[in-house]
């Protein structure tokens, strides 16, 4: 058999209606971790059940569902739980940045088992980069095989690769020769994703949620979440904040070429080119400073003011009910209050009700984010049908 490989995320949000098929039962069961009985599953999706007993067989075979504890305490034998049998099952999740890549194993259930960093030049090939992270993985594996991988990179993704990447900082990388390469490396499905996309993913707490995720680490990037749902834009550059023009950068020279874009004037970046801070040599330096030196507290505060003018549009046009802000410069408490304050003083009042302006959980929110991303991927009920055809084939 061969399983189908290439991943490319979803809308992340499930599909109403009743489950019919082997794939639509597998996402019906992931849905509630506690299970189903096999007389609920008749019930929900109206099969008979005949049909119901050929899916689950199916699904059995494949290893993707198992036989729990009994549901409840009853006269006779009680009915067992159905689950998705998510036991022993990683993903590898790497968060490439400019300067460093984060590398995780998180279980199905999102929990972080093993991570570590390493210092990375994203200048760099894609060979060099993807090869220093993944010796990484491996080493953290300890020979254990991964279901798939997640990778959020600081440039936008198109799933279908569609998208040039000429004015970012990717635009010597291919990501579909990247994405190939790191399946061949990892011996498994991988996933690309937009950093801060993932960081947004991370960060949701319910189904329906609507929030927007900002990353201010070297540059500037945000992931948008619309009633639980991911939004990537037609070619994935939805989110590509760091580089629409704002008046406070007039005349300010940006990395991606052109003058007057946001992450001119709030990026990490441009905090380390402002001539007064020319004596930190790295961002965590200067992040390391920010409560100790005056000079670097009025920079970040500034930087805070007008990202918080840029988001101000963005409160108003999708009335988010909360804001994350998070990367090493954006979890910064001068930057986030600076930022909350001048939301508050821009956005149109009914746009704000119950708005909350928070620190985005950086430590673990994009890890998390590429994690959930890439099980429902991995697991969308299109590619369970595939997988399973195959296996019957």
Partial sequence: MTEPRTLVGGPG???AGP????GDLLQLLRSNAAGYSRADLLEITGMARSTLYERLDALFAAGLVYESTPLRSQRGRPPRALR???????VVCIEIGHTHAGIHLLSLGREIVAAARVPVDIRESQEAVAGQAIEVALRLLDGRQAVGAGVGLPAPVDPLHRLGLERTVLAHWDLQRLQEAMEAMLDCPVLLENDARSMAVGEVRDPLESLVAVKVSTGIGSGIIVRGALVRGAHGAAGDIGHVRIPEAAGRRCRCGRDGCLAAVASG???????QLAKYRTLRQ?????GSDPAVGAAVTEAGRVLGRALAATVGTLNPGRLAIGGLVGVLPDFLAACRQQILDDAF????VDLEIVAADSRTSTAVGLCRLVEESLYAPERIEQLLSQRTA
């Fill in 269 to 275: 970046r441009a905090l380390l080119a402002a001539p």
């Fill in 13 to 15: 949000q499930p599909p």
């Fill in 84 to 90: 998705f049998d998510d036991r022993n099952k990683l």
């Fill in 19 to 22: 489950a019919t098929r082997a």
């Fill in 286 to 290: 200067l992040v390391d400073a920010c």
């Fill in 349 to 352: 009042e009914p746009s704000l």
